[in-house]
């Protein structure tokens, strides 16, 4: 597709349930993004692929948080057991490279509400 | 670690007068720069981008920023506001590691008065 694209664009779930986000880059992009936004904490950064590796999840809030890449392309947020916290817009960006100076392109974000 | 902080969660200008958003940030090297926008329910689309050499950045919407190194900021300008521009701002600085991930200033809205 011509830009990044992420689904679903809302999810609501229930506290203790998994869930799934998706995100599809811009075909070529080897560098990967997750973030995530919250009216609390503002932007943060969760996770960073390159190609299939992921050598920074430093921003990942607790071991119920994982990601995975596949064919260096799609990628998915999982979150295991939710809780009202995780509640927020959860960002995902590509870019050609992963360079300082390259450019990062957003998704629209997937809007996730825990009940 | 590097911080990004941005004076003024909100900001209010009328129609056709000059837009400053203020970003400073700390950095123990030169850093890369950058100015997001966000509108409702989108994404973030990048404004304009200082990595290195001109230090008044040009961007998309008539939106310029200058790096200043000795005050460590990056304000973000713009001399005649729009309606249109009435959206979130972000500055970002990368991080300078393998990552080069983006670490973000909590966000100015600004709000355009007609």
């Known amino acids: 597709g011509a830009g990044v694209s992420q689904s679903p664009s809302n999810k609501v779930t229930e506290k203790g349930k998994d869930v799934e986000l998706r995100c599809d880059p811009i075909?070529?992009?080897?560098?990967l993004y997750w973030y995530r936004q919250s009216l609390g904490q503002g932007l943060e950064f969760l996770i960073y692929?390159?190609?299939?590796?992921?050598?920074?999840k430093s921003g990942l809030p607790s071991d119920r948080f994982s990601a995975e890449r596949t064919g260096g392309s799609v990628s998915t947020l999982t979150i295991q057991r939710t809780q009202q916290e995780d509640s927020a817009v959860y960002l995902c960006?590509?870019?050609?490279?992963?360079?300082?100076?390259?450019?990062?392109?957003f998704g629209q974000g997937t809007r996730l509400t825990v009940v | 670690a590097q911080s990004v902080t941005q004076l003024g969660s909100h900001v209010s200008v009328s129609e056709g007068a000059l837009v400053l958003l203020r970003c400073n940030y700390s950095?123990?090297?030169?850093?890369?720069l950058f100015w997001y926008v966000q509108y409702p329910n989108q994404g973030l689309q990048l404004l304009l981008k200082?990595?290195?050499?001109?230090?008044l950045v040009k961007g998309i919407n008539g939106f310029e920023a200058e790096f200043k190194k000795s005050e460590t900021s990056f304000h973000l300008t713009k001399p005649s506001a729009h309606m249109s521009d009435a959206a979130e701002y972000f500055c970002?600085?990368?991080?300078?590691?393998?990552?080069?991930?983006?670490?973000f200033g909590s966000g100015t809205r600004l709000l355009v008065r007609p």
């Open positions: 960006a590509s870019s050609l490279k992963g360079g300082g100076n390259t450019e990062a392109f």
């Open positions: 075909s070529g992009h080897t560098a």
């Open positions: 692929f390159q190609g299939n590796s992921a050598p920074d």
């Open positions: 950095s123990s090297v030169p850093p890369y």
């Open positions: 200082y990595t290195t050499g001109a230090t």
């Open positions: 970002a600085v990368s991080e300078m590691d393998s990552s080069y991930k983006l670490i």
